[in-house]
């Protein structure tokens, strides 16, 4: 059920992330719901260290520090953004690496829960 919750959060920061960056369609709206989805993501992810941990201690490591950083990288496509200085390429930049989180994310579940091993 926790990585349930962990995995929708994080295609809710996707989507709200990508509709505040991409359109100006309730900018302040979307910041908010993003930073309702940090605190949920690092509240379960704490919770889901320990299982993750168990699997691959250095990758778990690497993803709780990427994912810090995107915190921060996000943050600061906001701040440019509604300062007018968003450049398509740190746009893009904070997009593929959300994507890269989730990949390492979804490798360090292993697969869970699109593929069930035994």
């Not at 100006?24 to 941990?53: D, E, Q």
């Not at 930049?93 to 593929?115: E, H, N, Q, S, Y």
């Amino acid at each position: 059920m926790l990585i349930w919750i962990h995995l929708l959060t994080w295609l809710v920061l996707f989507i709200a992330v990508c509709i505040a960056l991409l359109s100006n369609w309730h900018f302040k709206a979307m910041t908010m719901i993003a930073r309702l989805c940090y605190v949920i993501l690092i509240i379960s992810g704490i919770f889901l260290v320990p299982y993750a941990w168990g699997r691959d201690p250095i990758l778990t490591i690497v993803k709780i520090i990427c994912a810090l950083l995107l915190i921060g990288l996000i943050e600061m496509a906001f701040a440019f953004k509604s300062q007018q200085k968003l450049s398509k390429t740190f746009l893009w930049i904070t997009i593929v690496a959300i994507i890269i989180v989730a990949i390492i994310g979804i490798m360090l579940a292993g697969g869970r829960p699109f593929i069930h091993f035994m």
